[in-house]
């Protein structure tokens, strides 16, 4: 007796091998035009090369960040508006590491999603792509997942992992002193943190993603779609112009709880919330979610994405470097003994 092939196929459980290889060959060239000094493969290797000798680095010391997107991709997957969460998820990993003192050198990127939409992850990647040219940072590998039974039909999730390097002895922060001056950068909206309060605040409000913005024109989904602004090369080149004592990238936590991870013992920080107006979005969520101040400042950026500590003799030196790099910056606050963030003024 002679057993019958059962003729089953990949395609058939669900998972189309030549989708993911035409998904490869579209990215090429989006991740081409991200090579920099330093890039030794292309895609399509089993795993990236780097060179850290032909990056221009004597006697480098690596640093390593991963992170998500978080429940903002609900909304991009609600919308279909999905162009702008890979450069929401290059930022979240790029923006952290120079916070080190680090120079983001390399990318690499996971999606995962349950059947393979062929444009849609090509727009993503293709954000991750710009993410990473915008930031001097390579696209050199990644990973999709096509995993039928695992994500509901058009949902996916991404998750990214970028490696930068600094010369020895010179990590972030360091030397934060009693009367350093504290920078903020303008934030480009709700950036990547707290859209579980969002999506609530949404909710409760009647409004649908479709419907008109309240605070911009276009849409409501749009309009917090916007995506995580890259302080990359405005970060090197602060460090060149002067004495940064240190970053600190205002993600989940806000304002009250990154600064002080960036403070020796015995240091705090006094913020002057007058010295700059709270972006429209946010008086909104806080209008419509009856939040508190002190809410809002733990819970979302509340204009200020990015904080730079430094020696004030350099103040002037790095906030020309800063703006020059497209920077909005305002002083916000100074170094006193003390413990953590105390605020004066108010945003609300």
Not at 1 to 20: C, L, R
Not at 100 to 117: I, M, S
Not at 205 to 215: E, Q
């Given at each position: 007796?002679?057993?019958?092939?059962?003729?089953?196929?990949?395609?058939?459980?669900?998972?189309?091998?030549?989708?993911?290889n035409?998904?490869?060959?579209?990215?090429?060239?989006a991740?081409?035009?991200?090579?920099?000094?330093?890039?030794a493969?292309?895609?399509?290797?089993?795993?990236?090369?780097f060179?850290?000798?032909?990056?221009?680095?004597?006697?480098?010391?690596?640093?390593?960040?991963?992170?998500g997107?978080?429940?903002?991709?609900?909304?991009?997957?609600?919308?279909g508006h999905?162009?702008?969460?890979?450069?929401?998820?290059?930022a979240m990993?790029?923006n952290?590491?120079?916070c080190?003192?680090?120079?983001?050198?390399?990318?690499?990127?996971?999606?995962?999603?349950?059947?393979?939409?062929l444009?849609q992850?090509?727009r993503?990647?293709?954000?991750?792509?710009?993410?990473?040219e915008?930031?001097?940072?390579?696209?050199?590998?990644?990973?999709?997942?096509?995993?039928?039974?695992?994500?509901?039909?058009?949902d996916?999730?991404?998750?990214?992992f970028?490696v930068?390097?600094m010369?020895?002895?010179?990590?972030?922060?360091?030397?934060?002193?009693?009367?350093?001056?504290?920078?903020?950068?303008?934030s480009?909206?709700v950036?990547?943190?707290?859209?579980?309060?969002?999506?609530?605040?949404v909710?409760t409000?009647?409004?649908?993603?479709?419907?008109?913005?309240?605070?911009d024109?276009?849409t409501?989904?749009?309009?917090?779609?916007?995506p995580?602004?890259?302080?990359?090369?405005?970060?090197?080149?602060?460090?060149?112009?002067?004495?940064?004592?240190?970053?600190?990238?205002?993600?989940?936590?806000?304002?009250?709880?990154?600064l002080?991870?960036?403070?020796?013992?015995?240091?705090?920080?006094?913020?002057?919330?007058?010295?700059?107006?709270?972006?429209?979005?946010?008086?909104?969520?806080?209008?419509?979610?009856?939040m508190?101040e002190?809410?809002m400042?733990k819970?979302?950026?509340?204009?200020?994405?990015m904080?730079?500590?430094?020696?004030?003799?350099?103040?002037?030196?790095?906030?020309s470097?800063?703006?020059?790099?497209?920077?909005?910056?305002?002083?916000?606050?100074?170094?006193?003994?003390?413990?953590?963030?105390t605020?004066?003024?108010?945003?609300?």
């Open positions: 007796m002679t057993s019958k092939p059962n003729g089953m196929t990949y395609a058939e459980a669900g998972v189309d091998i030549d989708a993911g035409a998904l490869v060959e579209r990215i090429k060239p991740a081409a035009a991200t090579k920099r000094s330093g890039v493969s292309g895609l399509g290797g089993f795993g990236g090369l060179d850290l000798k032909a990056a221009g680095f004597v006697d480098p010391v690596l640093v390593a960040a991963t992170d997107v978080g429940t903002k991709l609900r909304i991009a997957i609600d919308t999905v162009d702008g969460v890979g450069v929401d998820l290059v990993c790029v952290d590491l120079v080190q003192g680090a120079e983001p050198l390399f990318f690499l990127d996971y999606f995962a999603t349950g059947t393979l939409d444009d992850a090509a993503i990647i293709e954000g991750i792509a710009r993410g990473c915008t930031s001097g940072c390579a696209l050199i590998g990644g990973e999709t997942a096509e995993m039928p039974g695992m994500y509901p039909a058009g996916f999730d991404l998750a990214g970028s930068g390097a010369e020895r002895g010179t990590a972030l922060p360091a030397d934060v002193a009693e009367g350093d001056v504290v920078l903020g950068l303008a480009d909206g950036h990547s943190n707290g859209y579980s309060l969002v999506r609530k605040i909710e409000s009647g409004l649908g993603w479709d419907d008109a913005c309240p605070w024109a276009g409501l989904g749009a309009a917090l779609l916007r995580t602004r890259l302080y990359v090369k405005a970060a090197l080149a602060a460090m060149k112009a002067g004495a940064v004592h240190g970053f600190a990238h205002i993600t989940g936590g806000g304002l009250t709880e990154n002080p991870r960036v403070l020796p013992d015995g240091l705090g920080v006094s913020v002057n919330l007058d010295a700059w107006a709270l972006p429209p979005v946010f008086q909104w969520l806080a209008r419509q979610g009856g508190a002190a809410e400042l819970t979302f950026n509340a204009g200020i994405g904080v730079v500590i430094v020696d004030p003799q350099a103040e002037k030196d790095v906030t470097a800063l703006v020059a790099e497209g920077q909005t910056v305002t002083r916000i606050g100074a170094v006193h003994v003390g413990q953590g963030v605020y004066s003024g108010s945003l609300l």
